[in-house]
């Protein structure tokens, strides 16, 4: 990737000047020109190398840019785990590289598992149950009576009732940002290494690993976010 970030460095028709004329031009007069930066490798920094596990991601959309939070929903305590804020051109770019690793990855692993569902009651069944419908429990005889209706399908969580389970430390509130998502991937897992593209080094501001069942419900999550005219959105995978 060629980067090309805003930088302070002489140019050529500057290099011509004498020297009374750069004195003449003092602090009021900044230098200008232009650094062409080839993106070869990104830095690491120590407090993101081992990266974080999440299992669900929030995505909340703006005119500007795109907020993803990372969330870890397991035992006691749900809380979100990274925060990466990327401008909505990139997350776009991100959408089709992680469409683009899916396709490499089942081409060399097979489909992409899914996430494991309940099993329903009607399954536990067997089969020899299946052939024989008097082994059912017998039906009531009165299937109008509201005891025996269908209980309406729930309705979809609201956003302030998800936040209100989340916990978010102060220190994550305004999140890291990113200008370049670096997708790699093993037969379980994706890793997600979100990056800040300026000169003089490239940097990763954010790890994240995602188990493979995680990764599909992600990209529709994110194309149902961008698909939209520019506004206030939300979306949970």
């Given at each position: 990737m060629s980067e090309h970030p805003e930088g302070f460095t002489p140019s050529?028709?500057?290099?011509?000047?004498?020297?009374?004329?750069?004195?003449?031009?003092?602090?009021?007069?900044?230098?200008?020109?232009q650094v062409r930066h080839n993106n070869i490798s990104?830095?690491?920094?120590?407090?993101?190398?081992?990266?974080?596990?999440?299992?669900?991601?929030?995505?909340?959309?703006g005119k500007f840019e795109i907020v993803l939070d990372f969330?870890?929903?397991?035992?006691?305590q749900q809380r979100i785990v990274a925060r990466c804020i990327l401008p909505r051109a990139v997350a776009q770019q991100f959408t089709g590289a992680l469409r683009e690793n899916m396709r490499i990855y089942e081409a060399r692993?097979?489909?992409?598992?899914?996430?494991?569902?309940?099993?329903?009651?009607?399954?536990?069944?067997?089969?020899?149950?299946?052939e024989n419908p008097e082994s059912r429990p017998e039906e009531s005889s009165a299937p109008n009576h509201p005891e025996n209706q269908l209980a309406p399908p729930p309705e979809p969580p609201n956003i302030q009732d998800i936040y209100?389970?989340?916990?978010?430390?102060?220190e994550m509130?305004?999140?890291?940002?990113?200008?370049?998502?670096?997708?790699?991937?093993?037969?379980?897992?994706?890793?997600?290494?979100?990056?800040?593209?300026?000169?003089?080094?490239?940097?990763?501001?954010?790890?994240?690993?995602l188990a493979a069942p995680h990764v599909k419900p992600l990209?529709?999550?994110l194309e149902r976010s961008l698909e939209p005219p520019p506004g206030t959105s939300q979306e949970f995978a």
């Open positions: 050529d028709d500057d290099s011509e000047n004498s020297d009374d004329e750069a004195a003449n031009m003092g602090e009021s007069q900044p230098v200008q020109g990104a830095r690491v920094p120590d407090s993101v190398g081992q990266g974080v596990l999440s299992n669900g991601v929030m995505i909340l959309t969330a870890l929903r397991m035992g006691e692993f097979g489909p992409l598992p899914t996430v494991p569902r309940p099993i329903t009651n009607e399954s536990e069944y067997s089969l020899d149950e299946e209100d389970e989340l916990k978010i430390s102060d509130m305004s999140g890291s940002y990113s200008n370049a998502v670096l997708i790699r991937h093993s037969g379980t897992e994706f890793c997600l290494d979100f990056i800040t593209n300026f000169f003089p080094r490239s940097a990763v501001s954010a790890r994240v690993f990209l529709n999550s």
